[in-house]
C-alpha cells in the first residue's frame, strides 16, 4: 500500500504528466490509469485494496466520461470512454 501511495504522490505532483490546461477530472484519470498499471507490475495488494482502488477507479472514470461528453454531446456514451 505504501508503494502505491508514493507512486501516486509522485504522479500528481510531477506537473509535466498532465498539463496546466487539462481539467482536474482527466488529470485524476490519467494518474489513476497510470498508478494502476505501476502497482500491477511490483505491488501485492492486501484482499480489501482491489475492491477500494476499482470503486474509486470506477467513480473517476464515469465523472472523466460525463466531462468528455459534456464539452461534445455529439459522441456516443462508448466514444466518450
Known amino acids: ?7 501516486t504522490i509522485a504522479l500528481l505532483s510531477n506537473s ?9 477530472i482527466l ?3 490519467e494518474h ?3 498508478s494502476s498499471a ?3 507490475k511490483c505491488y501485492k495488494p492486501t484482499e ?10 470506477e467513480l473517476v472514470t464515469r465523472m472523466s466520461s460525463q ?4 464539452k461534445k454531446p455529439s459522441l456516443t456514451d462508448k466514444q466518450a470512454s
Do not use: D, H, R, V
Open 1 to 7: 500500500m505504501q508503494t502505491i501511495i508514493t507512486l
Open 38 to 40: 505501476a502497482a500491477g
Open 16 to 24: 509535466s504528466t498532465a498539463t496546466q490546461s487539462t481539467p482536474e
Open 48 to 57: 480489501q485494496e482491489p475492491a477500494l482502488f476499482l470503486a474509486n477507479y
Open 67 to 70: 466531462y468528455i461528453k459534456n
Open 32 to 34: 489513476f490509469t497510470l
Open 27 to 29: 488529470k485524476m484519470y
